[in-house]
Structures are given as structure tokens and as C-alpha cells.
């Protein structure tokens, strides 16, 4: 059988470019791709990128008030203008999303910028009512965010809105306590918005080290937020032009914003794939298996849409592996254990890579390496935020298991650390390395003795050397 296409991508973001542009570029494949919105996906259009400049933009009351601690007298912030700030950043996605699409037609890629959806194995219908068959289907659509099933939660706005406004609320309502949350909280409330975050539980950023979630919702607060823990909501409802919010203890406040950032889902929804018999996780997640193939096997899915670990270096990862596997030649899988990953709070951000303290101890004896302080840059200008540097080391290997920093710059720094311990490299290789004096980063290769020896069958015990 003859197929108009060798592959057919659904989704223009990361996972689905990236797989696109190898199969035809790099391996001759015959490519299309849909996209039902601008090209470069959540990652470019409405997450990662634009959210990183928003942080960079937010950063400009602490920066002044570190100045002033450094003997700038009367630095101040001055006053964010934000249709001048989104003015720029809507050039600078533009730019982006040109970028991509002439990347994708650079190698060869057929683009249709419209819906797609699975008519059977081989066979996708686009909007525009023309059918294409092709030998292989890539799903990378993506996932949506989450709402919570309350009454009035269309009132509510998600991060993609966000990027969108015309102006910045006055009064804001973040909901949730994860990586969105958290990002946006501190985003809004550096950009002068009087800013409430409620989370459900009793430390935001859950699943990662239960110390530097402790940290983290420390100094959420000490930053300005609001931020109600063990708190949830019950309803919204329009209220002039606010937005009333009840909450689980019954009492209600007014606000001029509220935002869901309660998680995303994948979206396969009116995908088409009851049609193909592809399998999906209770959550709605593609089923995958280590080659990112369904159990269809011309069909393929790789990034959030099959929710294994979503990030976007994850997705580019997957595809780029299902890309050489399939028309490489190259049989390649992706690692989906020793990710790092970094919240970009301020004025410390939270970054990890391996295990938590948490996950190690239940998986076996443990020595803990941690060590917290005062930064020197920031202790100068007076402030009293603490850094939280954290080595997981298996005392049997010497092997490290895990890292966590709490930290300016934490996201650089977890990266580099991310190389070590991908290759297995112990605490002594760690100790073997000169310290580049002075950094903060320098503690990772000076902490010589454990802070606490977790043992599974004797609770965990101070150090005594
Ligand atoms: P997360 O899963 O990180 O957080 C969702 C939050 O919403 C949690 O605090 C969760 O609480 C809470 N929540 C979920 N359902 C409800 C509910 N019904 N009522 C109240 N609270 C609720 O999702 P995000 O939306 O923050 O981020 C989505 C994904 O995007 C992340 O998994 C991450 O991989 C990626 N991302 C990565 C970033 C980065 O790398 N810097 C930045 C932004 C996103 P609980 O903890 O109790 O379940």
C-alpha cells in the first residue's frame, strides 16, 4: 500500500517538531505535521519561554532592594508597565514561532495548520475535511490545563490567559501549590499584584524534598504572597466585575483575577483514537511503550499526551529517539530516571535531580549531605534567605542518589550537578573535585561529613563524626 506520508505529526511543540524535522532531515523521511494553533506549542507559545521572561521581569523590587543594601540609596523599580513589557513579548514569541516553522520547512516538512484527528491506523482527517494516510502517526498533542469541577470555575482563568491580558489584576487568586502555581504566584506578586496563592496541602511543591517544599513555602510568603495553606474552594461567582471566590472554611473574598493551576491533563479528547483501538491510561494518558509506540503499532505518541514526565526536554527527548528508531535505523530509547527540573521562584529557585530524601530512606540506608546558609551576595545586603544545598549518597556504593538546591540560580546549577550523577558518579568523585572559590555551588564538593545517616532498620540518627 501507498501512503501520502512516510509520518504524520499531530502537534506542533516540542515533542512533535522535533520528531519532524529528524525524520525528514535527518533521515529522509516523507513528513506532515498539523497544528490547530501556533506552532511551537504550550512550551514556546504560552509556558516555558514567555513564563522565564515574566520571572525576569518580576525580578526588578528584589533586585532594587538588594541594591539599596549595597549602598545604591534610593534605588527603587520604578513602575511596571506591563503593555510595554507584553508588546515585547508578544514580538519575541512571533519570532520564536517564524523560527520554528521555517526550521520545520527547512527540512522538508509538509505543514497543514489546521485540527487533526485519527480516522484509523494509517488515516488522518483535517479540518478542512481532506483525509492523508501515512505509514506512521505521531501523537505530541500536548496536554490542557486541569480544572477542578467546581461550581463557577469558567470564571476562573488558566496560565495560557495569562499571556493574554490586557492588564495585570489588582487582586489575585492562585490556586494550587505545583510548579505553575508557584511560578505564577511569585511572577504576579513581583509585578506589584496583591497576590493570595491557596493550596490544599500542608507544603507547596509535592513530590519534591520534603525540606525544600518547606523552604519553598517559606519563602513564598516571605516574598508578599498570601499564601493559605490547607485551604481548598467550593465556588465562584461573578460579582460585578470581581470575581467572588467561597472557600472550604465557608467564608468568601472578592478578586479581581482568579487562576486555576490545578494540574493538566493530556488531550486526547475528540482525538479520534476510539477509532484505532489505541490504549489509554485511567487518566486519559497514551499508553505507551518504551519505544513510545501504542498498542497500534503504526501509531506512536511521545511528550505530555502520555504523561510520563512532562517536560519539555522529556518531549524533545522522545521524539527525537522515536525519529532515529523508526527512520534512523537507530534504535534509541529515552531514560526517564535522573531527570532534573527547576522551579523558577525568587528569589531562589528549587531544582532537583534524583531521588528525594523521602524516596531514599524508603528505599534503603541512606547518608544525607545538606547543608544551609546565607548566600554571601544577598547576607551583604541584609537579607536572611537561606540556601539549601543536598547530596543523597548511598553509604553502600558511595553512589549519589539524588541533589537538591535551593538557590539563585538553582535551575543552573541542577543541570551541571544532573551530569555527575547520570553517570553514576559517587561522593568521592564529588570530593575529588576542586571547589571554584567563591560560589555558592563550591558546598556541593565541600561537605564532608553526613548531616543524618538514614538506616532502614534504626531510625534516623545525628552524625557523630
Ligand atoms: P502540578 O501537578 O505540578 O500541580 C498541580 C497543583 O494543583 C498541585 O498543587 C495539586 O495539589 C493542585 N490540585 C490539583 N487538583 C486540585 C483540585 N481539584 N483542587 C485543588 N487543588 C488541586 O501541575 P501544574 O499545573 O503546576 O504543572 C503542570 C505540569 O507542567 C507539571 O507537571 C510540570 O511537569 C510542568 N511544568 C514545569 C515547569 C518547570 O519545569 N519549571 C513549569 C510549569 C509547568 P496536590 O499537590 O495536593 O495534588
Known sequence: MTFDFDLFVIGGGSGGVRAARIAAGE??????LAEESRMGGTCVIRGCVPKKLMIFASQAGLMAEEMRGYGWEGAQAGRFDWPVFKHKLDSELNRLELI?????????????????????????????????????????????????GIPGEEL???????????????RVLVVGGGYIACEFATILTGLGCETVQVYRGDAVLRGFDRQMRD????????IGIDLRLNVNLTRLERTG????????DDSHE??????????????????GLENTGVHLRANGAIQVDEWSQTSV????????????????????????????????????????????????????????????????????DVDVYA?????????FAGSDAKVMMKLLVEPETDVVLGCHIFGPDAGEMIQLAAIPITMGATKADFDATMAVHPTAAEELVTMRQPSRRHRLEIPAQAATA
Not at 27 to 32: C, D, E, F, I, Y
Not at 156 to 167: H, K, P, T
Open 27 to 32: 533521515h529522509g523521511a516523507r513528513v506532515a
Open 100 to 148: 520554528y516553522t521555517a526550521n520545520l520547512q527547512k527540512s522538508g516538512v509538509q505543514i497543514f495548520h489546521q485540527r487533526a484527528t485519527i480516522v484509523d491506523a494509517h488515516t488522518v482527517a483535517l479540518a478542512d475535511g481532506t483525509r492523508k494516510t501515512a505509514k506512521h502517526i505521531l501523537i505530541a498533542v500536548g496536554g490542557r490545563p486541569a480544572l477542578p
Open 156 to 170: 476562573g482563568l488558566i496560565s495560557d490567559d495569562l499571556f493574554l491580558l490586557d492588564r495585570l489584576p489588582r
Open 215 to 222: 523552604m519553598a513555602t517559606l519563602q513564598l510568603s516571605g
Open 241 to 248: 466585575d470581581q470575581t467572588r471566590v467561597t472557600f472550604s
Open 254 to 271: 472578592d478578586f479581581d483575577a482568579v487562576i486555576w493551576a490545578t494540574g493538566r491533563d493530556p488531550y486526547t479528547g475528540g482525538l
Open 297 to 364: 503499532p503504526s501509531i506512536f505518541a511521545v511528550g505530555d499526551v502520555t504523561d510520563r514526565v512532562n517536560l519539555t526536554p522529556v518531549a524533545i527527548r522522545e521524539g527525537h529517539a522515536f525519529a532515529d528508531t523508526v527512520f534512523g535505523g537507530r534504535a534509541r530509547r529515552v531514560a526517564h530516571s535522573n531527570i532534573a527540573s527547576a522551579v523558577y521562584l525568587r528569589p531562589h529557585e528549587a531544582a532537583s535531580v534524583g531521588l528525594t530524601e523521602e524516596q531514599a530512606c524508603a528505599r534503603g
Open 371 to 379: 547543608t544551609t546558609f546565607r548566600p554571601m551576595r544577598s547576607m
